[in-house]
Each structure stands twice: as C-alpha cells, then as structure tokens.
C-alpha cells in the first residue's frame, strides 16, 4: 500500500467514526466537538486531492466561525439532557426508517454503477504553477454560472426573510427609534436637583 493511501484510508476512518459520534453522542456538547474534527479530516482529504482552496475554507469558514458559534450557542444554552433523552425510545423505529431509507438512497446514487473505480480516473498530478483557486473559479463561473447565481438568490431571500421575521413588530416588546434619540436635548435628558448635605450625628455612647 502506498503511503498516500495509507493516509487516505486513516482519515476516511477517522471521518466515519467522527461523523458517528456527531449523532449517537448524548452530550450536545460533544456532538459539536465531533463534527469539528470530522470537518478537519474532511479537509485533510480535500488536500490529497488538490483542493487546497476547498480544504482551506472548510477549516476557516466552518471549523473557525460556524461551529464555534454553535459551541457558544450550545454551550449557552444549558440544555436539559434528561429531558432529550425521554423520547428516545419513542421516535426510535422511525428514526431507523429514515436512516435505512437514506442509507437505500445513498447506495443507489453513489454505487459501483456510477462511481465504480472502473468509471473514476486517476487523479492527474499537476506541476508546482497549478492553482487550484483559479480552476476552480473557472468552472464556477463558466459551466455553472447559472446554479450558482440561483443559489445566490435563494441564500439573499433566506436572509431578508430571517431579518423580517426578527424585526416584526411584538405587542410586548419595546422598540428604539433611532430618530428620536437623535432628536432629544440635554435638558430633556439629565435633570439636576439641588441637595442640602446631610451631617451624621455622632452616635450616643
């Protein structure tokens, strides 16, 4: 075995292993943790295949922004473990269900059929000049200029919807308005009263 396949196959390990705790770990806590390290073996694969770009944004964007703003949520949160794990048993055989049906989906879609290594190529090495960032640019925004701009679409509704939703007006909430703050004086604002001091008497002893 070739030392780049021994490194392929511990990482793959890793990662299926990680990705196993993400979803049995009964610690919100830990489950997060998890899936850091499954995005870290995800990237080191990325790097065997030359996807320097790729493996470099999965660690920063995710691994150093988003899970470690869903560390602090959960974290934060004080979530009631006793509680999470009452209705286990309950929702148990559907959740096997759907789990043997992606299991099915996932079978069919990327079998031997499709992605055999009879159908796959071998990688093509590249000289020290090849940028992977300018390739993958290049199919971005050539072959698929037209997914990526509706993907760009649906995430710009998905935000003026989530802003939307946040700054509905609520009965029991207190809103700002900017407008008035801006406009208020100092008189209106701090208000001095004159007060005579007060001497203590010494105490009787």
């Given at each position: 075995?070739?030392?780049v396949q021994f490194v392929f196959?511990?990482?793959a390990t890793v990662l299926v292993l990680a990705s196993l705790a993400v979803i049995t770990a009964r610690n919100p806590v830990y489950s997060?943790?998890?899936l850091v390290l499954a995005f870290f073996t995800s990237a080191a694969i990325w790097l065997l295949l030359e996807a320097e770009f790729l493996a470099i944004t999965l660690v920063l964007v995710y691994v150093g922004a988003v899970m470690v703003?869903?560390?602090f949520v959960v974290m934060m949160l004080d979530i009631n473990l006793d509680q999470l794990r009452e209705g286990f048993a309950k929702y148990l055989p559907v959740g096997a269900l759907v789990g043997f049906i992606i299991l099915v989906q996932m079978v069919i879609v990327l079998g031997p059929e499709q992605f055999g290594l009879d159908r796959v190529a071998d990688p093509v090495k590249h000289g020290p000049d090849y940028s992977n960032t300018k390739e993958l640019g290049n199919v971005l925004y050539t072959d698929y200029?037209?997914?990526f701009e509706l993907a760009s679409v649906i995430l710009l509704v998905a935000i003026v919807a989530a802003i939307a939703l946040t700054l509905r007006r609520r009965?029991?909430?207190?809103?700002m308005n900017a407008a008035d703050q801006i406009k208020v004086k100092r008189a209106e604002r701090i208000k001095l009263i004159a007060m005579a001091p007060e001497k203590d008497e010494p105490a009787e002893g």
């Open positions: 075995m070739e030392p196959y511990a990482f997060v943790l998890f703003l869903f560390l200029v037209f997914p009965p029991e909430n207190k809103a």
